[in-house]
């Protein structure tokens, strides 16, 4: 079936340096892609989006970086800082067929002070 | 501030004793969901509302219900609950605008519910 799948469950970075969250999907009628931060008891929080047509998109602090070709997705946090520890997901949503958000995952991001 | 509200935050039930959960948005959105997320998982996808059309998933067991009476307010009902439906419930809404699962989702801080 298709899936959203994450490289690595746990990811741990100093802070201040800058982190890189990988995604991989295998559905290639995916068209648009999401990521997700949840903390520690709380729902997940819009970080950011990025549509099929597109391969890069930035927002504070954050560049989302989309590879059709290999099906991968990365999130980018860039100066990361204590707030940032928290479990980070992708999802991604078909525009055809199974219209669905599709979650991955997950990776847990801590940062070191 | 615009917001999905969901109440209680935490729910204690026994086991088989019908729970049900809230979800109110201040957002004006056409779209209302429920997830349940079991711990160190991601959030599975249990039905929405597109405006008052249910639709549920195909894998979502019987024991769960819902009910959206307005635009603002959806109900997660639980009949009979069991030990492994302990979980979180997310509820999450989005604009509709276009297509139902093309606009961004925003979620609700979540119901954790343990069951007795």
């Known amino acids: 079936g298709e899936s959203v799948g994450l490289h690595l469950p746990t990811l741990s970075v100093q802070e201040g340096d800058n982190s890189i969250i990988n995604c991989a999907y295998s559905?290639?009628?995916?068209?648009?892609f999401i990521w997700y931060k949840q903390e520690s008891g709380k729902g997940p929080q819009f970080i950011i989006d990025i549509r099929s047509n597109m391969d890069k998109r930035q927002g504070q602090r954050v560049t989302v970086l989309l590879n059709k070709t290999v099906k991968h997705l990365s999130l980018q946090i860039a100066a990361t800082q204590p707030g940032d520890s928290a479990v980070y997901f992708c999802a991604e949503v078909s525009n055809f067929g199974n219209e669905k958000l599709t979650f991955g995952t997950g990776t847990r991001l801590t940062i070191i002070p | 501030d615009a917001m999905v509200i969901q109440n209680p935050r935490y729910q204690v039930t026994q086991f088989g004793k019908p729970v049900t959960l809230s979800c109110s948005q201040t957002l004006n959105h056409n779209v209302m969901y429920w997830y349940q997320q079991k711990s160190s998982q991601a959030p599975k996808l249990l039905f929405h509302?597109?405006?008052?059309?249910?639709?549920n998933e195909a894998d979502t067991p019987d024991n769960f219900q819902s009910r959206r009476p307005n635009t603002s307010f959806c109900f997660l009902d639980i009949r009979s609950p069991g030990l492994g439906d302990a979980a979180m419930y997310l509820c999450a809404t989005s604009e509709g605008s276009s297509s139902a699962y093309t606009d961004t989702q925003y979620f609700g801080p979540g119901t954790r519910l343990t069951v007795l």
């Open positions: 509302y597109y405006d008052k059309d249910f639709n």
């Open positions: 559905n290639s009628a995916s068209d648009y």
